[in-house]
């Protein structure tokens, strides 16, 4: 083997399926804990054994070419380390993929390698190009299945696992008192026991190990939605390729890890000090005599630019609105994507998370169409298991053609509009101009218009502009106005009222989430004045 250095790339392919495969809270919980520092855990533990003397697995040290195992950077999922000969990184790199797979049960690891040059910017684009060649040539596969006359999980199809019963395993114990949890496979039992343990040490009484979680944050089929919020940051890659253009000298490793560890920390505190802004604005409601038996929100797993987490449906507009505020304005460099999918606790949780990167993926689409790349969002209310074909969902349900034109009743997703004066085009899908109508809206309600005038609006959209053209001279006659969407304004006095030029719906949405959404700061005061504690 080669004494030259080494530089290897390591990504754990399929966290979130494993995260997300089943429709438990307690393992969707155990799982995230189980890939939560992954890397940092699994190379540590795995070099604990090595006799070397230089060993940096918390990349905490300036770059050596010296050391014998040093962590260039951990962020977005990967992982990029230096090994000073192919000896040492084909050991490592072979006893991470068994640690993984060993705490997993299911997940396996990329592993690409490269000869080290001591040229950063050199080696990094030739290890992520080494990194596609290896997907590439990487055969599907699974865990080997059941045999004949075994038995299997119903939910994933894999033979039952029975451990070896172990005195001090306390969250074993938990498992094996827990009735729910017979006949499972050991990845189950992977998540269910790592829950248990952890539930153990934090302490019982801790809300983030709830296992009534989802409850608490709606209460089962008489309260608000849920909604599971997937939000991604936009064009990274671009961030660093900048971060290496602007470098004087692209070759020294020194300053560039420096520079490479220095961003990706910057990004994910970013993300952790967003995410927290929110929680506490959601824990401050919390502390009022209406929400005090409420959890609202609860984060599932981040991993640097990428985030999920679920809440409150009401709330879930709001908070998504900070979060991505905070993300443009902390360094006025950074954008996001949000996908927030809304269903009742009681849907498939599995399927609302796959329905929230989908409705991510439809704002970063949007989001990039604009120059600079946006910050975006997109939502959906899953009634029933249809919407997970997400783009055949919409098109069968809200569109249709008229006159041979062809209508949109969704305007969204929506641009988050910036501080500086935007043009027509992010105007007409402006996300704070969609929360002001609702909230407009809202307010309607209560002055001149029954909910179910406005109900009554939303389904007759699915007739056809025709009706709500027929409609709009109704409310006319009776005196009744509607709030100004804002989106565009229309001149002709013939124009429609509730379709824009190109056929797409102004009021749609809004009247869609109307029961949907409420202001934090507000609800918190309106409960304060109803004599709750602030």
Do not use: W
């Not at 961030?239 to 490479?260: A, I, P, R």
């Not at 709330?315 to 900070?322: H, M």
Request: charged share 35%; hydrophobic share 30%; with cysteine.
């Amino acid at each position: 083997m080669s004494n030259q250095g080494k530089i290897v790339f390591y990504d754990v392919k399929g966290i979130q399926d494993f995260i997300f495969r089943s429709n438990k809270i307690k393992e969707i919980i155990g799982a995230s804990d189980l890939i939560k520092d992954i890397y940092k855990n699994g190379l540590t533990e795995v070099t604990k054994e090595l006799t070397l003397k230089t060993i940096d697995i918390d990349g905490a040290e300036p770059f050596n070419s010296k050391n014998d195992i040093q962590t260039l950077y951990i962020g977005g999922g990967n992982a990029l380390l230096y090994f000073k000969n192919e000896a040492i990184a084909e050991e490592v790199s072979e006893k991470f993929s068994k640690y993984v797979l060993e705490k997993t049960y299911s997940l396996k690891v990329t592993v690409a390698m490269i000869s080290y040059t001591g040229k950063y910017k050199e080696d990094y684009d030739r290890v992520r190009a080494e990194v596609k060649k290896v997907e590439a040539r990487m055969p599907y596969s699974r865990p080997v299945g059941a045999f004949p006359r075994c038995k299997i999980e119903d939910n994933t199809g894999l033979p039952v696992y029975e451990p070896d019963y172990k005195e001090e395993d306390g969250g074993y114990r938990e498992y094996r008192l827990n009735k729910d949890y017979q006949n499972i496979s050991k990845e189950t039992y992977l998540k269910v026991f790592e829950y248990y343990t952890n539930k153990s040490k934090i302490g019982y009484s801790s809300y983030e190990y709830d296992e009534e979680i989802l409850d608490k944050i709606v209460k089962k089929y008489t309260d608000s939605t849920l909604a599971i919020v997937h939000i991604d940051g936009n064009d990274m890659g671009s961030h660093f390729n900048e971060l290496f253009n602007s470098q004087d000298n692209q070759e020294d490793y020194k300053t560039c890890v420096e520079e490479v560890r220095k961003k990706s920390k910057e990004i994910e505190d970013l993300y952790e000090s967003a995410f927290e802004e929110i929680k506490k604005r959601l824990q401050r409601l919390g502390e009022t005599d209406k929400y005090k038996e409420k959890i609202l929100i609860r984060k599932i797993i981040t991993a640097g630019d990428d985030i999920t987490f679920i809440v409150n449906g009401q709330f879930a507009f709001d908070v998504v609105k900070t979060f991505l505020e905070k993300i443009e304005k902390e360094e006025k460099t950074y954008t996001a994507c949000a996908g927030i999918a809304f269903c009742y606790s009681h849907f498939p949780f599995s399927n609302a998370y796959k329905v929230a990167e989908k409705l991510c993926d439809s704002a970063k689409e949007k989001a990039k169409s604009f120059f600079p790349t946006r910050s975006a969002v997109d939502f959906q209310i899953l009634s029933h298991m249809s919407a997970i074909d997400l783009k055949a969902y919409r098109q069968n349900q809200f569109t249709f053609v008229e006159k041979e034109q062809e209508y949109h009743l969704l305007r969204r997703p929506y641009i988050l509009e910036s501080e500086e004066s935007d043009g027509d085009e992010v105007k007409k899908i402006g996300y704070n101009q969609f929360i002001k109508l609702l909230e407009e809206l809202q307010k309607k309600a209560g002055q001149g218009y029954a909910r179910s005038d406005l109900k009554e609006l939303q389904n007759s959209y699915h007739k056809g502009k025709n009706v709500m053209d027929l409609l709009s001279k109704k409310y006319k006659s009776r005196g009744k106005s509607f709030p100004e969407h804002g989106f565009d304004k229309k001149e002709s006095s013939e124009a429609s009222m509730f379709f824009d030029d190109e056929g797409v719906a102004y009021y749609y949405d809004a009247f869609e989430f109307i029961d949907e959404y409420k202001n934090v700061e507000e609800e918190q005061k309106k409960n304060k004045e109803k004599g709750g504690k602030q």
